[in-house]
C-alpha cells in the first residue's frame, strides 16, 4: 500500500532538482485540417489545412515533462542547422531551457516526425498519415570528446540523468559508459527503443512492452504472455546489471522488477480508453527519474510515473504532465493509504 502523505511529499521534493537528459533530440511536427472533398485523381481525402505546429519530441519532450512537473533540465545533444531544428531550440528556450550544450550540426538532417490529423472544427481531429525525416548522426572524434567534456563538467552538478535513445547517432555506448562509471550514486535511467542492452551499467531502465521483447528475444502476446513477462523482466534487468526494471504496458499498467527479485504491477492510472499514446514514454522516464532524484524507492517512483503517463494518453498529441495534475491524482487515488 502506498502512502498519500508520502507521495505528495516526493511530488515536494522533485521541485528544482537538476536532470540531464542525454539523447536524440526530434521534431514532432503537427498538421491539422478539416476534410474537404476526396480527390478525383485517386481515392484520397483532401483536407485544408488549418495550422502547422512543431512540439518537443524524442528527448525534447523528456526534457519538457521534466520542466512542467517541476525539475530542471539540462540537454546535451544535437539538432541539424534547419528549420526544424532551429525549431526545437526556440521551444526549449521558451521553457526556459539553456541550450548551450545543444551542438549544431550543418551536416545533420533533425528527425522529424510529422503526423497529419483531419476532423470537423468542433471534433477530436484523427491521426491519418505520419511520416518520418530521418538521418543517423555518426558523431566524429573531435564531436565525442566535446560531448564526453560536457558530460564531465555538467555531471556533478546534476541529481539524476536521464539517457533518451531513439537510435539516431546522438547517444553511444562510450559515452554512455563514461556517465555511468562517473555518475557516483545518482540514479542513471535508460529509455533506448532499439539497443537496449548496448547501454549496461544503468540504474534502471523504462522499456515499453515491445521493446522490453525484442530485447530478450522472447514473444510476448496470445495466452503466454502473462507467464512469459516475468522472465522478459528478470533476464533483462539482469543483463544491464541494473537496480530496476520498469516495462510499461499501456492499459494494463507497469511492472517493476528490481534487483534480489522484488516484481511489482502498477495498474494503469484513470481511463484504460487512451485519447493517445504519442510520447508517454518520455512521460514515465520524466517522472520515474525525477521522483528517485528526490528520494523516492523504486515502486514509489514507478508509482507517480504511472500517475504521470496516464495523464499525457489522456491528452492528443506530444504532451506533458504538470505538477498540480499529478497532485490532484494522487489526492483523488482512492487506493492509497493515508
Request: with cysteine; glycine share 10%; proline share 4%.
Amino acid at each position: 500500500m502506498f502512502s498519500r502523505a508520502r507521495l505528495l511529499q516526493l511530488l515536494d521534493a522533485v521541485q528544482g532538482k537538476l536532470v540531464l537528459v542525454y539523447g536524440d533530440l526530434v521534431a514532432d511536427r503537427f498538421i491539422h485540417g478539416v476534410p474537404k472533398r476526396i480527390s478525383r485523381e485517386a481515392p484520397v481525402l483532401i483536407l485544408r489545412q488549418e495550422r502547422e505546429e512543431i512540439r518537443l519530441g524524442g528527448g525534447g519532450n523528456a526534457i519538457h515533462n521534466i520542466v512542467t512537473l517541476g525539475g530542471v533540465a539540462i540537454p546535451i545533444g544535437a539538432v541539424g542547422e534547419d528549420p526544424e531544428g532551429a525549431a526545437l531550440l526556440s521551444r526549449l528556450g521558451e521553457n526556459g531551457v539553456d541550450c548551450s550544450a545543444i551542438l549544431r550540426l550543418a551536416r545533420y538532417r533533425t528527425p522529424t516526425k510529422t503526423r497529419v490529423l483531419g476532423g470537423m472544427p468542433h471534433a477530436a481531429r484523427q491521426q491519418i498519415v505520419r511520416y518520418d525525416l530521418e538521418d543517423e548522426l555518426v558523431l566524429n572524434e573531435e564531436e565525442k570528446r566535446e560531448l564526453a567534456a560536457i558530460l564531465r563538467h555538467q555531471l556533478p552538478l546534476v541529481d539524476a540523468v536521464v539517457i533518451s535513445d531513439y537510435g539516431y547517432g546522438t547517444v553511444t555506448p562510450g559515452l554512455v559508459a563514461n556517465l555511468t562509471d562517473a555518475s557516483h550514486g545518482r540514479p542513471v535511467t535508460l529509455d533506448s527503443r532499439r539497443a537496449l542492452l548496448d547501454y549496461p551499467g544503468v540504474t534502471a531502465a523504462t522499456p515499453n512492452e515491445e521493446e522490453a521483447a525484442a530485447a530478450a528475444g522472447i514473444a510476448l502476446f496470445g495466452r503466454d504472455e502473462e507467464r512469459r513477462l516475468p522472465e522478459v523482466g528478470r533476464s533483462l534487468r539482469e543483463a544491464l546489471d541494473a537496480e530496476a526494471l520498469l516495462i510499461t504496458r499501456g492499459s494494463r499498467g507497469m511492472m517493476l522488477f528490481e534487483r534480489g527479485g522484488s516484481e511489482l504491477h502498477v495498474p494503469v492510472w484513470g481511463n484504460d480508453q487512451v485519447a493517445d499514446v504519442t510520447g508517454a514514454g518520455d512521460t514515465v522516464i520524466a517522472a520515474f527519474t525525477l521522483a528517485l532524484a528526490a528520494g523516492a524507492s523504486f515502486a514509489e517512483a514507478a508509482k507517480l510515473a504511472n500517475y504521470a503517463g496516464g495523464i499525457v494518453v489522456m491528452k492528443m498529441g506530444t504532451a506533458t504532465a504538470s505538477a498540480p495534475e499529478l497532485r490532484e491524482a494522487i489526492e483523488r487515488d482512492p487506493d492509497l493509504g493515508e
